[in-house]
C-alpha cells in the first residue's frame, strides 16, 4: 500500500467512517487516493469552517473518530475556529492537511497559502490539537500515525496530520495500534472505594454527567451504575442529550438559575456531587444559584479524580466508571423521580410565533411522529432546545460559536442515516448555511428551523443599546429552492404547526422553515440566563 491508503486504512480501523474535505492544489493528490481507494466515502463541502464543523458532530454523536481533510494555507487556517471548538468540547476530529512537498519546501521561493513561515500552520495546528505529526518519511509514517490516532481517542481531542504532496503515493507499511495505556490498578482500586465511601455517607448524592460520557461511549454503563447507586443523575448543559433511551433515573439538565427549580436546588444542596466528564466552565456552571462547593464534589475529568483537596492521576474516566460497577454494593432503591417535564400544546391559531411556540410544536411533532437527533447552533435555538424533549443534541455549548448548526446537522445525517432537525438563528445562517446546497449530492434531507428575528437577538440582551445587533431582513425561504430544498416561511402559530407536519411528510429534499420570530422575544430559558447572569455579576453579587 500507499502512505494514503495506510493513513486511510487505519483512520478506519480506529472508528473514522467517513471523510469531510474540500479539496485544493496541495491536496488534491490526497483527494485522488480518498476517491479511488474506496476505503472511506468522502463528502466535499462547500468552506472549510463547515468541513470542521461536519466532522465534529460525525464524531460527537458516533463516540469516535471523524476526519477533515484540506488544503494547506488558505485550507487549513480557514478551519481554525471549528477545531478550536472541538478542542474546547472534546470532540475527536482528524485534521489531515496537504503540504508543500519537501523539494518545493527548499526551493528558496516562497510559496502560495504560506503566512509567514511554512512551519507557521504547524504552530498553530499545536495549540488547538492534542497531538500532531508531518509524515515526510514513509519508514516513519506508521508509528507517528499510530501515535496521533491513539491520542486522538484516549484525549477525545482533536489531532492534525500533515501530509506533503509529494510524500502521497510513496510505500508504506501498515499502522500497528498501540494498545490501551497500563493503568495502576491500585490506585483505580482506592479511587473507586474513596469514591463509593463518600456516597455511602451522603445524605443527598446526585451524579452529574458530562460530555466526557458521550465521548467515550459510556452512557449505558453510567446509567446502569446510577440505578446500581440508587442517585438520581442529571446532565451539564454541554452534556444535554445524555443518556436519551437509557434506563436511568434522569432528572434533567442542570442550568443553575436558567433551570427548573427542583434540579437546581438538588444539585446545588447535594453533599456529595459525583461529576462523570463534567467540564467545570461557566456555560456550566456560571449560573448556579449558589456557587458549588467542588471541595464537596468529586470531579473525574482529563484522567484525573478530585476529590477535595488531593487528585488521582492517569485514570481514564471509562476506567473509573467501569470499576465504580465492579466495585458498588448491591442495588440500593432506585429513587423514583418525576419525569422531565417539556412544553406541549402549541395552539395552532393566528398569533405570532416565539421560541417558546417553536419548543411546543417541535415536542407535539416527535410526540406524533418519533424523536429526531438535533443540531443546533448558538443562540436562543440552543436554548429552545432545551425545552424539547431530551434526545440526542449536538450544540456548541461551551465554546459557543455561531455558525455549527446547519453543517453540524448534515455531519449527523452523514454519520448516522438519520434524518435530522437543525434549529439556526439567522446570523448563524448567514455563515453556514449555504452548506445545505450540498444536500441534493449526497442524498440528505435534514428539517432546518431559522429562528428569523432580524438580529443577534443573544447578543442584545446583553447590549441592548447597540443598534449593530440589528441585520436586514433575509428570505431565507425563497432562497432555498436554488440550493435544491423547499422553503416556507411561517409567520403565525398555525403556519408553524402545518409547516412541521408538511415537513415531517416530504422526504428527498431538505426543507427550510424560515420562521418570523419578533424582536426582543426570547425562550424562557434563555431569558433566564440572561437575567442569572446579570444578576450574579452584578457588583457585590455573591
Not at 495500534?177 to 482506592?190: F, I, K, R, S, T
Not at 433515573?249 to 427542583?262: D, I, N, Q, R
Not at 455549527?404 to 445562517?429: H, K, M, N, S
Amino acid at each position: 500500500m500507499n502512505l494514503s491508503q495506510v493513513l486511510l486504512s487505519a483512520l478506519k480501523a480506529h472508528g473514522a467512517r467517513e471523510v469531510f474535505g474540500i479539496p485544493g492544489d496541495f491536496a488534491l493528490p490526497f483527494f485522488r487516493e480518498i476517491e479511488s481507494s474506496g476505503i472511506l466515502p468522502l463528502y466535499t463541502l462547500s468552506h472549510e469552517p463547515g468541513v470542521g464543523f461536519a466532522a465534529d458532530a460525525s464524531a460527537r454523536i458516533r463516540s469516535t473518530l471523524s476526519v477533515a481533510a484540506v488544503t494547506y494555507g488558505a485550507g487549513a487556517l480557514n478551519m481554525v475556529n471549528p477545531v478550536a471548538g472541538a478542542y474546547a468540547e472534546k470532540s475527536p476530529v482528524v485534521v489531515i492537511s496537504g503540504a508543500p512537498g519537501k523539494g518545493e519546501s527548499s526551493a528558496g521561493l516562497l510559496l502560495h497559502h504560506q503566512a509567514k513561515t511554512l512551519d507557521s500552520q504547524f504552530a498553530i495546528y499545536q495549540e488547538i490539537t492534542c497531538d500532531q505529526a508531518r509524515l515526510t518519511d514513509a519508514r516513519t509514517a506508521p508509528a507517528e500515525i499510530a501515535r496521533v490516532l491513539a491520542s486522538c481517542l484516549r484525549e477525545s481531542r482533536p489531532v492534525y496530520i500533515e501530509l506533503p504532496r509529494d510524500m502521497v503515493a510513496e510505500p508504506c507499511e501498515p499502522v500497528v495500534a498501540l494498545g490501551e495505556p497500563v493503568v495502576d490498578d491500585a490506585a483505580l482500586d482506592a479511587c473507586a472505594d474513596e469514591i463509593l465511601a463518600r456516597l455511602a455517607a451522603a445524605e443527598r448524592p446526585v451524579l452529574m454527567a458530562g460530555v466526557e460520557v458521550r465521548r467515550f461511549d459510556l452512557e449505558a454503563q453510567v446509567a446502569a451504575l446510577a440505578r446500581q447507586l440508587g442517585i438520581p443523575v442529571v446532565t451539564s448543559i454541554l452534556g444535554r442529550g445524555l443518556l436519551a433511551g437509557h434506563d436511568a433515573p434522569l432528572a434533567g439538565t442542570y442550568l443553575g438559575v436558567a433551570g427548573a427549580e427542583s434540579v437546581t436546588a438538588m444539585v446545588e444542596d447535594s453533599d456529595a456531587l459525583l461529576m462523570l466528564g463534567v467540564l467545570v466552565s461557566d456555560t456550566n456552571f456560571g449560573v448556579s444559584a449558589r456557587q458549588i462547593d467542588l471541595r464537596k464534589a468529586i470531579v473525574a475529568c482529563d484522567s484525573e479524580v478530585t476529590l477535595g483537596y488531593h487528585t488521582y492521576t492517569h485514570l481514564p474516566l471509562g476506567r473509573v466508571v467501569r470499576r465504580l460497577l465492579e466495585r458498588a454494593p448491591s442495588a440500593r432503591q432506585v429513587p423514583t423521580l418525576p419525569p422531565p417535564s417539556y412544553p406541549h400544546g402549541m395552539v395552532a391559531d393566528d398569533a405570532p410565533i416565539v421560541p417558546g411556540d417553536i419548543a411546543r410544536g417541535i415536542n407535539d411533532l416527535m410526540a406524533r411522529h418519533g424523536v429526531m437527533p438535533i443540531a443546533a447552533d448558538m443562540g436562543d435555538c440552543m436554548f429552545t432546545a432545551m425545552d424539547i424533549a431530551h434526545q440526542a443534541l449536538v450544540a456548541p455549548g461551551y465554546y459557543a460559536t455561531m455558525g455549527f448548526g446547519v453543517p453540524a446537522g448534515l455531519g449527523l445525517q452523514a454519520a448516522t442515516g438519520e434524518r435530522p432537525l437543525i434549529l439556526v438563528g439567522d446570523g448563524a445562517f448567514q455563515m453556514t448555511g449555504w452548506e445545505l446546497g450540498n444536500c441534493s449530492r449526497f442524498g440528505w434531507d435534514p428539517i432546518v428551523l431559522v429562528f428569523n428575528n432580524r438580529s443577534w437577538e443573544m447578543l442584545r440582551t446583553f447590549q441592548p443599546e447597540s443598534s449593530f445587533n440589528d441585520l436586514s431582513h433575509w428570505d431565507f425561504a425563497g432562497m432555498a429552492k436554488g440550493l435544491g430544498g423547499d422553503g416556507l416561511r411561517v409567520e403565525t402559530r398555525a403556519e408553524l404547526a402545518a409547516a412541521l407536519e408538511h415537513a415531517v411528510a416530504t422526504r428527498g429534499r431538505f426543507q427550510l422553515i424560515d420562521v418570523s420570530i419578533p424582536r426582543g422575544e426570547l425562550s424562557p430559558t434563555l431569558k433566564r440566563f440572561v437575567e442569572g447572569v446579570k444578576r450574579l455579576s452584578a457588583p457585590g453579587a455573591r
